[in-house]
């Protein structure tokens, strides 16, 4: 075959490994092994690029993954179960496709003020642009709610190309689901809404092009995944300083793909942190983004909750059986990703939030990479544990699934309590919210956010000089934020509507709104 004569470029940086109609060569001595170019024939080529059932079991996979998480999301909506970080993205969407302002809200960086801001004075987001036109097809927090679940299902794609070309279209297949099934991925997903939900596919994409030789493609979802998140760029900037590293033996002529990724990497940080994030927030001291507290105190971040960091360090890596350590190259790249999760101020080092985003991808394509050097074992030891190695992941993703998986609890919670009682509470507060004017402004308890969100000006617990105060007393450990401020309410604002746990107060100082209101809510 002509691909069992390798040409002088692939020899350079190629390691040699047979199975299927996949060659994979051998690395030369003091050349990278990761960093393999993976040559197929023609008819493997041809192979790759024409669907087959393996194409169409993933594409049922991602099919059912998204609907079912997009049911799922809108089930924890309907159920006030999301709150501040959903009505955030919702607000500076709405802002921007109504009012044509940039990604604009009023619950970051100037909480407790009657100023507006922008997200991207505190996130380097321009990602969020690319939803604008499905957002303008239906402006609520329902598209961000199913988009994200899309997003999510479409992480899947990256890693079944990668199996299938190093491993094979079966195992590639599986590993597939195995990343659909996976519990912090699920976390990623039910924790409200976030932009790092672009993160499983686009550095799916970079990770398979780092290990498979495609630098371009590296390069170009590389560029995509900057977009995300400033923290990005660490993540972006390890995997060229590696690639650098394991290049070495290389000239630069064929490896300034990594240089690249190094130098974007700094030039996002430096734009973020110097440009930005100061235009928008001109009070904010330099290098004031969450991200980068968890490398200021390290020491003391380390002793705080040690065993949840430990939970969750095995909730993240038994379900793929520890095999991404046979990847250590690849694991170093997640290193700050780790650091950032585990050394948080707060506890986000949990299968409950969406910090997980940052370090899925590297762990699915570790394993895929560690299921390949198992699969090279020398004699009949590959024969013995490769194959099952492979299904038992599957195995311990399903108990996984069933044990610790937010998914897992949400089916379990749908029992627990009276559901159509909910759902006309539900109904009722719509009704309720239906009848504020659009441009009064709101403050409100968290869980009640989301569903107040689609407008220009609203707070979180009690702010002074809003035009509105909505609580909900079904939820009293919400309503309950409100109750240090329950004498200027009394004082400043008019209740004019206590009924089914919900109490609406109006602003005094704008008769008006406290006669309109008082008309409309009677007809409730």
């Not at 760029?233 to 300034?256: A, C, D, H, K, P």
Request: some cysteine.
């Amino acid at each position: 075959m002509e691909d069992s004569i390798p040409s002088p470029g692939t020899i350079r940086r190629t390691f040699n490994i047979k199975y299927n109609k996949q060659v994979v060569m051998k690395p030369i001595k003091g050349t990278p092994g990761v960093h393999a170019q993976v040559h197929k024939s023609r008819n493997c080529l041809s192979g790759l690029r024409t669907p087959d059932r393996y194409d169409g079991l993933l594409a049922i996979g991602v099919i059912l993954y998204a609907v079912i998480f997009s049911y799922l999301s809108l089930f924890r909506y309907n159920t006030f179960q999301l709150e501040y970080d959903l009505a955030v993205f919702n607000q500076a969407l709405w802002n921007t496709v109504m009012h044509g302002e940039l990604l604009t809200n009023s619950l970051e960086q100037v909480a407790h003020s009657m100023a507006i801001g922008s997200h991207m004075g505190v996130h380097f987001s321009p990602i969020l642009f690319s939803l604008v036109p499905f957002y303008l097809i239906s402006p609520s927090s329902h598209t961000l709610l199913i988009a994200q679940s899309v997003l999510l299902a479409l992480g899947a794609v990256p890693i079944y190309f990668c199996g299938r070309e190093i491993l094979g279209k079966g195992a590639g297949c599986i590993i597939a689901f195995t990343y659909l099934i996976y519990p912090p991925l699920h976390g990623v997903n039910l924790y409200d809404f976030h932009e790092v939900a672009f993160l499983p596919v686009l550095m799916g994409f970079v990770l398979w092009g780092y290990v498979s030789g495609k630098r371009n493609m590296m390069l170009l979802f590389a560029l995509l995944a900057l977009l995300v998140k400033e923290d990005v760029s660490i993540i972006i900037f390890m995997i060229g300083l590696v690639g650098m590293y394991q290049t070495r033996n290389e000239s630069l002529s064929s490896r300034w793909h990594f240089l690249v990724l190094m130098i974007m990497s700094v030039l996002t940080l430096l734009i973020f942190f110097l440009v930005i994030h100061p235009y928008f927030i001109p009070s904010a001291p330099i290098g004031s983004s969450g991200f980068l507290q968890q490398y200021m105190d390290p020491v003391h971040s380390a002793t705080q909750h040690s065993s949840y960091r430990f939970d969750y360090i095995l909730k993240a890596f038994t379900p793929l059986l520890f095999v991404p350590l046979l990847a250590p190259e690849l694991l170093l790249i997640s290193i700050p990703s780790f650091i950032e999760i585990l050394f948080s101020g707060s506890i986000y080092y949990s299968v409950w939030f969406h910090y997980s985003a940052l370090i899925i991808s590297t762990l699915f394509i570790a394993t895929i990479i560690g299921l390949s050097r198992i699969r090279s074992w020398e004699g009949t030891v590959k024969k013995n544990v490769y194959t099952p190695v492979l299904c038992l992941i599957l195995i311990s993703s399903l108990i996984c699934l069933g044990l610790f998986s937010p998914a897992a609890e949400m089916v379990l919670f749908k029992g627990t309590y009276n559901e159509a009682a909910l759902d006309e509470h539900r109904e009722y507060i719509e009704r309720v919210i239906s009848v504020i004017p659009q441009e009064a402004s709101i403050s409100t308890q968290y869980n009640l956010l989301p569903m107040v969100s689609s407008r220009k000006m609203i707070w979180v617990d009690y702010q002074d000089g809003a035009d509105i105060v909505l609580l909900d007393n079904a939820f009293e450990w919400r309503a309950k934020d409100f109750t240090d401020n329950q004498k200027s309410i009394t004082e400043e604002y008019e209740l004019i509507l206590e009924e089914n746990y919900v109490s609406l107060y109006v602003n005094k100082n704008n008769p008006s709104l406290l006669s309109e209101l008082s008309r409309r809510v009677s007809s409730l």
